[in-house]
């Protein structure tokens, strides 16, 4: 009795395994070590990921200079101006800079989050710089933050990277990746994090990013990496 209960555990552990690969099991874990990740003194840089026309609000600037202001180098945003995807560089700049940010500069133009983030690398890689703390919603921000580990993987530069999240009305309506599905911000962690986004991703049917495997590998070696 005692084997085949020991073969049945076995056999859904596999499973268990099997399934993690297209649902969210790793998704989960891998957000709460993101979400857990910021750092308590100074870094190099901050890096502002884009925000669409449709999803605009005072929590994420606030959140850019209450993090701004406990230390870092400079605040670094994409340098699109182009208003397709948001706001240009111009007008992210002066918002920034009204609200108390004096040392803001652009990463090369970018129009989705893998983009950004091997732009973010390669500026971080040119600057010799060992620590950066991405700016984004806390549901996109695990998105954001698998870019940029597939971003130095493919750069054979690695940093310590840190994440910080407002908090936020998760009912307001805003628009998603791209501009598009204008609904409660609530329902867009469905999109974030659904099946078929891990199915898309595995087929390359979406930029490439990295698993969430990978993220948590990232994190657990994370505060080894020479800064």
């Not at 700016?135 to 910080?164: D, G, P």
């Not at 598009?180 to 911000?185: A, E, L, S, Y």
């Not at 609530?186 to 969430?212: D, K, Q």
Request: net charge positive; charged share 25%.
């Amino acid at each position: 009795m005692k084997k085949i209960k020991r073969l049945v555990l076995v056999v859904f552990y596999f499973i268990g395994r099997m399934l993690g690969y297209i649902m969210p099991f790793n998704k989960v874990k891998a957000t709460i070590l993101v979400l857990k990740s910021k750092r308590k003194s100074d870094v190099n840089a901050i890096a502002f990921f884009g925000r669409t026309p449709k999803d605009f609000n005072m929590d994420l600037i606030r959140c850019a200079v209450d993090t701004y202001e406990e230390g870092a180098g400079v605040m670094i945003i994409n340098g699109i101006e182009s208003k397709d995807l948001g706001l240009s560089f111009s007008e992210w700049e002066q918002k920034l800079y009204i609200m108390g940010i004096d040392h803001i500069e652009p990463f090369a133009p970018s129009k989705n989050t893998a983009q950004e983030a091997r732009a973010i690398v390669a500026m971080a890689k040119e600057r010799g710089w060992k620590t950066v703390t991405l700016l984004a919603h806390s549901h996109q921000i695990l998105r954001c933050m698998r870019a940029i580990v597939k971003a130095m993987e493919k750069a054979k530069y690695e940093m310590r990277v840190y994440c910080e999240s407002p908090s936020t009305d998760w009912f307001e309506e805003v628009a998603g990746s791209q501009n598009t599905n204008v609904m409660p911000r609530i329902n867009h962690v469905e999109i974030e994090y659904g099946i078929m986004v891990n199915i898309l991703s595995s087929l390359r049917l979406v930029p490439p990013i990295a698993t969430t495997r990978k993220v948590i590998a990232y994190m657990k070696r994370r505060e080894k990496i020479p800064i």
